[in-house]
Structures are given as C-alpha cells and as structure tokens.
C-alpha cells in the first residue's frame, strides 16, 4: 500500500519561486488592474458626459428651429412681432408666438426641461435706405450657466416696401423726427449751397 504523505510531497526537482506567487507579484498585479480600471472608468465618465451634452445641444437645435418656424409663421401670416424681449422655456415662448398653449410632440421628463430660451426682436437698419428695413430677432437657447452651454441664433426679416412705409410712417406720426427713411435722390442740402 503506498504511504499517503509520498503524494503531497513536491518533487525534489522543483525550486522555492516555482510554487505559487509571491506578494510582490500579487501587489504588482493589482497596481496593474487598479491604473487600468481608473483609466476606463475615467473614460466612461467622459463619454457619459459628452453624451449629455450632445442631447441638450439637440434638445436645443429643435426647440431653436420650432420657434424660429413659429416666428416665420406669425410673420407671414401678418401678425408681426412686437420689438421686445421674450424670455421663458422654449415652451412658453412658443405659447406667447402661436398664441395658445404649446405641448411639445416630444415628451419632455418631469424636471428635465432645463432649456432655457430668451428672443429679442429689434429693428435693423441699412444705411441710406432706413433705420428699419428688417427685424433682427436673436434666439439664445442655455441649458448650463457658460458660453459652451448656449445655442444663438440670428433671423433677419426683411420688410416689403409696404411695410417699410407703414413703420416709417408710425415714426413720423408725432414724434416730429424722421426715422431717415427713403432713398437718396441726390437732391442736395441747404448746406452744400453755399
């Protein structure tokens, strides 16, 4: 019958650091996987982080181009914009233009809706031919507090010489100075005379 403690016994051939690992190694090796899973995980969190930002920067495209198509829409319908400023979420600012309430065709979660939108409406002139021949509306879309986390946008409406005369003409109805409208005939001042 063969002696039991023959079979555990390692073979004579066999040295010391052939048995198993030492400390140093294991250490080694978790320094190893620690650097490596800091590095992925920091990665993840970038991508994660890039990838909030790409959906408010689309959240903040659509809701730019909706209120953009809704100012278009009142324009030409013949009910212009006030020149003043509208500020509020891109929700309330679509309510004030199309003039009812506005729900999204999108779901927005509750909380979620950090889109903030501010539009100002002001005239623009074009030297020698009026001080208003179009508006300028400026649509400013946040959804963070810095610069990287905005969205602006500028729409010129140009007037049709109707509307031209008829905004001219709202300026020179007392206030006893000329919006310097018209095209230069060439005519000359009193001044050039003499």
Same mark, same amino acid.
């Given at each position: 019958?063969?002696?039991?403690?023959?079979?555990?016994?390692?073979?004579?051939?066999?040295?010391?650091?052939?048995?198993? $690992?030492? &400390?140093?190694?294991?250490?080694?090796?978790?320094?190893?996987?620690?650097?490596?899973?800091?590095?992925?995980?920091? %990665?993840?969190?970038?991508?994660?982080?890039?990838?909030?930002?790409?959906?408010?920067?689309?959240?903040? #495209?659509?809701?730019?181009?909706?209120?953009?198509?809704?100012?278009?829409?009142? !324009?030409?319908?013949?009910?212009?914009?006030?020149?003043?400023?509208? @500020?509020?979420?891109?929700?309330?600012? #679509?309510?004030? %233009?199309?003039?009812?309430?506005? @729900?999204?065709?999108? @779901?927005?979660?509750?909380?979620?809706?950090?889109?903030?939108?501010?539009?100002?409406?002001?005239?623009?002139?074009?030297?020698?031919?009026? !001080?208003?021949?179009?508006?300028?509306?400026?649509?400013?879309?946040?959804?963070?507090?810095?610069?990287?986390?905005? &969205?602006?946008?500028? &729409? $010129?409406?140009? $007037?049709?010489?109707?509307?031209?005369?008829?905004?001219?003409?709202?300026?020179?109805?007392?206030?006893?100075?000329?919006?310097?409208?018209?095209?230069?005939?060439?005519?000359?001042?009193?001044? @050039?005379?003499?």
């Amino acid at each position: 019958m063969r002696n039991p403690s023959l079979l555990n016994r390692v073979p004579k051939w066999t040295t010391s650091y052939e048995r198993g $690992f030492t &400390l140093v190694e294991i250490l080694i090796a978790l320094v190893i996987l620690a650097t490596s899973l800091t590095v992925i995980l920091g %990665l993840q969190s970038a991508v994660i982080d890039r990838t909030v930002t790409a959906n408010l920067k689309k959240q903040a #495209l659509l809701a730019t181009r909706e209120i953009l198509s809704a100012v278009e829409a009142r !324009e030409a319908d013949g009910n212009p914009l006030d020149t003043e400023r509208y @500020e509020g979420t891109p929700q309330d600012l #679509l309510g004030t %233009l199309l003039e009812v309430p506005y @729900e999204p065709p999108y @779901e927005i979660p509750e909380g979620q809706n950090i889109l903030r939108a501010e539009m100002v409406v002001e005239y623009w002139g074009i030297p020698n031919v009026s !001080e208003k021949a179009m508006k300028r509306i400026q649509l400013t879309v946040r959804w963070g507090e810095t610069i990287r986390e905005q &969205l602006t946008t500028t &729409l $010129f409406i140009p $007037f049709d010489e109707d509307q031209l005369a008829s905004v001219d003409d709202e300026d020179d109805d007392g206030s006893g100075a000329s919006a310097g409208g018209g095209i230069d005939d060439g005519g000359g001042t009193d001044d @050039e005379e003499s």
